[in-house]
């Protein structure tokens, strides 16, 4: 196995981070890292099924074996080598100088890794696969939910019982708190629970209260329903929670999600599965970068759009914001969900049906949402832009 660290760089999507020389000189070519683990499973797929066409009963039987792995990266330290010790394995390791020329400079964190058991050929390679980027807390390509489904998935027969299993879903995922506790979560969730304390759990759960911004997805996709529109825009749709919501939606034709930070985009990207996602529903939906401050053509005469968290922190700021490209064209509706706390309880929960533009601009607390109450109030009045519309309006949730 060959890695070429100038090939990474070239075909590494930074977001606008830099690069820097690290990422043109390092140890992935030299070390056993995620690397290896994504070359044996190809290198071995059918043995890591477990599945022989000739000789099955040898697949499936437990056989003296023995592997060495060499330049092991430990960040962490020998002992966490000693993870394999659980799974049944004798461990021998030896510690790597920095350079046997000047022993003076101590250690590296690097090991020479002889483990041996009598195992199965598929968890054998299982288990290499799940703990070298463990003892690494590195990996080469993003890690995102799909990497949940591998650790399960090749852990399945083995991580629930080890007494080391936190601290393996942690390392794996590099250290991604969220993802770690779903991971563990789903493997608790294969243990057997008793009747009363499933009861109690459930009950747990119906009580428990529902988080502020999923109330405010839930009435922000209330209201798409009833506008019925066949384009939208989520302006300043950051990491892509709500055009998850809107492509449920089949009654949107066209879905544009608008951020100024290319790096949330990206995100949006992968969250959604744009690269996985059928034809027929990938034509659906574009990312864009770019503001609502500015004029740009792409964003031109939709059916609605929203702004959810956006308009509070730049409408202060920027002083002819009404005067915007976006919401100054014909058949836009501008929905502008409150932000916690910028409206009075009576008026909170009011729906844009039973609520008037100017009562929501003086019992607003936010300039923002105030300014989209007046907003409205000028362009039912037939004050607005020239652009306006008798089907343009403001809602505001």
């Known amino acids: 196995m060959e890695v070429d660290p100038i090939g990474l760089v070239r075909s590494f999507k930074s977001g606008g981070r830099q690069k820097l020389l690290e990422h043109y000189v390092n140890d992935r070519p030299y070390v056993a890292s995620s690397f290896l683990s994504v070359a044996l499973n190809r290198v071995f797929r059918s043995a890591f099924t477990g599945a022989s066409r000739g000789k099955q009963q040898l697949a499936d039987a437990e056989i003296p074996l023995e592997m ?44 020479n890794v002889e483990i041996r058991g009598t195992k199965r050929v598929r968890n054998l390679l299982r288990h290499v696969y799940v703990l ?38 942690s390392r794996y995922l590099k250290s991604r708190r969220s993802l770690a506790n779903d991971a563990l979560a789903q493997l608790s969730g294969d243990e057997v629970i008793p009747e009363e304390e499933a ?89 864009l970068n770019g503001s609502l401050t500015y004029r740009d053509l792409r964003l031109a005469d939709k059916d609605l759009a929203i702004a959810a968290e956006v308009v509070e922190h730049i409408a202060p700021v920027i002083v002819g914001l009404q005067e915007s490209f976006v919401i100054s064209r014909s058949r836009v509706r501008l929905l502008v969900p409150a932000p916690q706390g910028q409206l009075k309880p009576s008026r909170a929960a009011s729906s844009a049906n039973s609520k008037s533009p100017s009562d929501a601009a003086s019992e607003c607390a936010c300039p923002a949402i105030a300014w989209a109450a007046t907003f409205a109030t000028t362009r039912s009045k037939g004050t607005g832009s020239a652009h306006a519309s008798d089907n343009t309006c403001v809602i505001i949730l």
């Open 68 to 111: 060495a792995i060499y330049s092991v990266p430990c960040r962490g330290g020998e002992s966490l080598l000693r993870l394999f010790e659980p799974l049944g394995y004798a461990v021998e390791a030896e510690q790597q100088a920095l350079d046997k020329a000047f022993t003076d400079w101590g250690d590296s964190a690097y090991f």
């Open 199 to 287: 009861a109690a759990t459930q009950e747990e759960e119906l009580e428990k209260p529902i988080r502020l911004n999923d109330r405010r997805l839930q009435a922000i996709s209330e209201v798409v329903e009833r506008c019925k529109p066949s384009s939208v825009l989520d302006l300043g749709c950051g990491e892509g929670r709500l055009l998850k919501e809107l492509l449920e939606n089949r009654q949107i034709n066209e879905i544009i999600g608008v951020d100024v930070f290319s790096r949330a985009l990206e995100i949006a990207e992968r969250r959604l599965r744009l690269k996985d996602m059928p034809d027929n529903q990938r034509s659906r939906i574009k990312l």
């Open 132 to 169: 070298i980027p463990v003892l690494d807390k590195e990996k080469h390509y993003w890690v995102g939910d799909d990497e949940i489904e591998k650790l399960l998935r090749h852990g399945e027969d083995w991580l629930a019982t080890h007494p080391e299993k936190e601290l393996i879903a």
